[in-house]
């Protein structure tokens, strides 16, 4: 897999928004929504490809969204938001200025249809709508990734999992063994 191919599995939307910056925690993020196509793409593969293309204000609105959401979840999980992370004022007034979500569902016909965003604000909100609701209601089945490096918040109601993925399970492994053997 290559470093900027997007990576779906926290599962929920929201988390899979906070994995589009990668390394969050390091010096060296890497950011995988660099441009308004690749933001595009994201939400098309999450089913939230809005009717008008994003534009690289609404890139810019994602992200700033995506780090007040880090913000968020970190405050509600009692765990560190990475450095240069906005206040937790800065990221309420963002989240705020989003607005209510717009209509997920069409009733116009004799059958409910799923409809698109009317645009990437809209589609935005409908994520920060699904991260409150998973915050307010089960936060604790949410854990965060004990990989240093990584930190990738995702869901856990099983609670047993350290990793969001099998990559950092092996890291930690691998660290774990060269600790051990370095102490022998």
């Not at 933001?39 to 992200?63: I, K, N, S, Y």
């Not at 990989?147 to 918040?153: A, E, F, V, W």
Request: proline share 8%; glycine share 6%; aromatic share 4%.
């Amino acid at each position: 897999m290559a470093e900027l191919d997007f990576v779906y599995n926290t599962g929920a939307v929201w988390s899979d928004l906070l994995g589009t910056l990668r390394y969050p925690h390091t010096e060296d993020p890497l950011e995988r929504l660099d441009t308004p196509d690749r933001l595009a793409e994201w939400l098309d593969a999450v089913g939230l490809a809005p009717a008008q293309r994003p534009l690289e204000a609404d890139l810019r609105l994602a992200r700033s969204v995506r780090d007040a959401l880090r913000v968020l979840s970190a405050s509600l999980l009692g765990i560190p938001a990475p450095p240069g992370a906005p206040s937790a004022e800065e990221a309420a007034r963002v989240l705020g200025a989003l607005g209510p979500a717009d209509p997920a569902f069409d009733g116009s016909t004799a059958s409910v249809r799923l409809q698109a965003p009317a645009d990437t604000r809209s589609a935005l909100a409908r994520i920060v709508v699904t991260a409150v609701t998973d915050l307010g209601h089960h936060a604790h089945d949410f854990g965060q990734c004990s990989d240093p490096g990584c930190r990738k918040i995702y869901l856990d109601p099983s609670h047993v999992r350290k990793a969001c993925c099998d990559t950092c399970s092996t890291r930690l492994r691998v660290r774990a063994y060269r600790e051990r053997t370095k102490k022998a």
